[in-house]
């Protein structure tokens, strides 16, 4: 139980949970939402209120077990079950699960009447258990940490514009409109709503000088959030790439053609692969259609369907070659038998290997025209296929 609620299970009962658990709270949130709605008809508001009934008592199941599986948890290894429990429970992901507990607990304990106008609130806090479909999040976590002197510096600038702004408007429209611009406080409204582009219009400066400091506000607003969507955005995708290649480095002892070369070889290959994960029965590549790209698998095995017949190819081999070397159309149809992990080499960084790499491109090369052999009809001897 505890590895389906895993908000990374790949397994087909996670995604299952996961589905499940989105749609339920979709549901919680659209009824709660509805039922604030005046004069819905009696029998809606029933359905209502029963829908979400129905979702709090299933996150409280939730809770219980993400409680009570708590220690499997590898972080809480070596500490007793009591403690783990405690541990998760006073983490984000436990508190957060604790607020959809919170309606059942205190309409049930008579603390809440059901009809009370704070039940919608709490249940509106379940918005906060949509983070579980988002492990993203963590990513951005690290890239705030990671980007924290970057980000501050444009803080800082933002800051800086913003006091300097309400001051020079403070200073040059206070006379003309003392109710809006008579002190910097009351100005700092004005700059933090021209500088973040919002723009409400309720507030605008009079005198000349002042509209020519709100347009250096303006476009300083613009210049800023550029700045920070380029180091937010740089941040995601360096951290995004640092964690593909771990992932890829991972799987790619599991390829005997990768494991002889050396580590300086192997970490410039790691960069350019990409692992994908595959279900059991799907067509990896279709006969005839263009090739962009050979795939290793890493685990899992395929089933290449050739004119003549089938052929297997277990972990530790590779397909789609031909259609790189040959530059031809696909020469068959590859499905996977099994869930099947594929380590992914575009077209483009496979020319490059070539280049590099010779003596792994001439293993490929062989293969290669060993199956060419084998699909004419003429047996070449055998190498692990
Ligand atoms: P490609 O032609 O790009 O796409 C289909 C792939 O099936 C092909 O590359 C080979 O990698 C693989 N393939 C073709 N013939 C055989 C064979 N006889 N044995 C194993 N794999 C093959």
Known sequence: MYAVLRPSDPGHAGRQWRAFHLIALAAGLLAVALLSVEGLPPG?????????????????????????????????????????????????????????????????????HPDSDWLPIFCVLWILKLSIHAPALNTLARVIVNERASLASVVIIFITVLVTAATFTHLLERHEQPQVFGSIPDALWWAVVTLTTTGYGDVVPHTVAGKMVGSVVMVSGILVLALMTGILATGFAEEERRREYLRVWDQVTRVPLFTQLGTVTLSEIVSKLRVRHYPARIVVVRRDEPGDSMFFISEGQVEVRLPRGSVTLEQGGFFGEMALLDRLPRSATVVTSQPTTLLVLYASDFYEIAANIPSLVEAVEHEARRRRAENQGRAMPTEAS
């Open 44 to 112: 809606l508001d029933q359905f209502l209120t029963v829908i979400v009934e129905v979702v709090a008592i299933v996150f409280f199941a939730e809770y219980i077990i993400r409680l009570w599986t708590a220690p499997e948890a590898a972080r809480f290894a070596g500490l007793s079950d009591g403690m783990a429990r405690l541990r998760w429970a006073l983490s984000g992901n436990g508190l957060i699960g604790l607020l959809a507990v919170v309606p059942i607990a205190a309409v049930s304990s008579g603390t809440v």
